[in-house]
């Protein structure tokens, strides 16, 4: 396996080459065709992409799409009028994808590099970041989640972290829920050529050789596709932007850690995820392919069983159960069929569970109405005192007076 790694590292530095001789090196990355484009910043300053895909019915629920690894925005927005963006903008949903900090899209704050970010890094800043940009740009109080392969496990670390009340429904497609029965190969190699060669020449490198092994259509992990079941547009140029983004060294560096140790610590190691699947807040559709090499087909019912929500619902895409064929990893979103028994369920599912009313936000009890103004009552005249008092009070005082002063002229007389 080891010899297969280097075997696999130098034809990646023999697509390089042949990548920096047809283009120019950082050159077309692909054509954004967003109705609105966003760089959010993060709380340590980074820049990510953040795209809106709107509804073509009006206003509709906000959609959050994360990519998985290797790979960006256009996991969702391509083949252009028939992505996944597409089918749910037609159905009335607010689409945003986003672009994870390392990609070319995003931008390092002084002193940082494009190898620093880490899964947490993803997990406490980015995507809370993206999150609360959609809210706010939106007024919802929550977003469906759809994450394929990476962006699916991040899915189960947020909610394993920040809990569900921000998120209305989620679909994860291919991400993998363990790594045990999976047959994991250490990527030092290619890690070590990642270093070497740089992360533009290794991302086109990446990249032609994506393109050489559609054509020649390999069955081996690192292109884990079923390419009878790939649409059309998977075969032509688009491949240089559907997948095969440079990942961050750390991150690859991380999920090759949490494959060894068949286990995924993440918030600075206090949070086991998959343990924490028992707990799962958020109402989850997870989507798998029966031929998917990184999730293989005798772990799903058991990850389905470990979680514990009961609202959820598991959707094994095989011909056994009647599909077009036995999906593996990345025509879950590519497939030919993609849009009839992919797509459709996932809008079922989502109409299934709309997002919460304003009212609702944070848990907070609505703010009570006043109560309807009324005219006070109109005051009662103050009762009058009867005549014998007055005229009682009116003789007493002089009286008492002039008793006074006969006493004092009395004694004056007396006095002479």
């Known amino acids: 396996m080891i010899i297969a790694a280097w075997v696999i590292a130098g034809l990646v530095v023999v697509a390089a080459l042949a990548w920096l001789a047809l283009y120019r090196v950082g050159g077309r990355m692909g054509a954004v065709r967003a109705d609105e484009v966003h760089m959010v910043v993060t709380p340590d300053l980074w820049r990510i992409r953040l795209c809106r895909y709107k509804s073509k019915t009006g206003a509709g629920q906000p959609v959050f799409l994360c ?151 390999p069955q081996i992990t690192l292109v884990p596709v079923t390419f009878s079941n790939l649409h059309k547009a998977f075969f032509d140029a688009d491949t240089f932007f559907m997948t095969a983004d440079t990942p961050p060294i750390k991150v690859a560096q991380n999920l090759a850690q949490a494959a060894t140790l068949k286990k995924w610590m993440v918030n600075n190691g206090r949070i086991n995820v998959f343990d924490n699947l028992r707990r799962l807040h958020t109402p989850l559709f997870a989507i798998f392919g029966a031929a998917d090499p990184l999730v293989p087909a005798q772990t799903v019912d058991a990850f389905f069983e470990k979680v514990a929500a009961p609202d959820k619902k598991l959707l094994l895409l095989s011909k056994d159960n009647g599909f077009a064929d036995d999906y593996s990893h990345l025509d879950l979103v590519f497939g030919k069929e993609a849009p009839t028994e992919v797509f459709q369920p996932i809008v079922d599912w989502l109409k299934a569970h709309p997002v919460a009313k304003k009212e609702t936000e944070t848990g907070a009890a609505p703010k009570k109405r006043r109560p309807p103004r009324t005219k006070p009552p109109a005051k009662k005249p103050a009762a009058k005192k009867s005549p014998a008092t007055r005229s009682t009070i009116s003789k007493r005082v002089p009286a008492k007076k002039a008793d006074v002063r006969k006493r004092s002229r009395d004694a004056e007389n007396d006095s002479r």
Not at 89 to 100: E, F, K, N, P, Q
Not at 173 to 179: S, T
Not at 204 to 212: A, C, E, I, P, Q
């Open 67 to 217: 990519h998985g690894f290797m790979s960006n925005q256009f996991n969702f927005t391509l083949p252009n009028g028939e992505a996944i963006v597409d089918y749910l903008a037609v159905r009335g949903y607010d689409c945003w994808t986003v672009d994870l900090r390392g990609n070319l899209s995003s931008v390092a704050p002084y002193g940082r590099t494009y190898d620093d970010p880490t899964m947490d890094d993803y997990l406490l800043k980015d995507i809370p970041a993206a999150i609360e940009f959609i809210r706010k740009t939106t007024g919802a109080p929550q977003v469906h989640w759809i994450g394929h392969s990476m962006g699916g496990m991040l899915f189960y670390a947020y909610d394993a972290t920040f809990g569900g009340s921000k998120i209305a429904s989620a679909v994860t497609l291919g991400a993998p829920i363990g790594f045990d029965g999976l047959d994991f190969h250490n990527p030092g190699p290619l890690l070590f050529l990642r270093r070497v060669i740089g992360r533009l020449a290794f991302r086109g490198g990446m990249r032609v050789l994506l393109s050489v092994f559609v054509r020649i259509k």
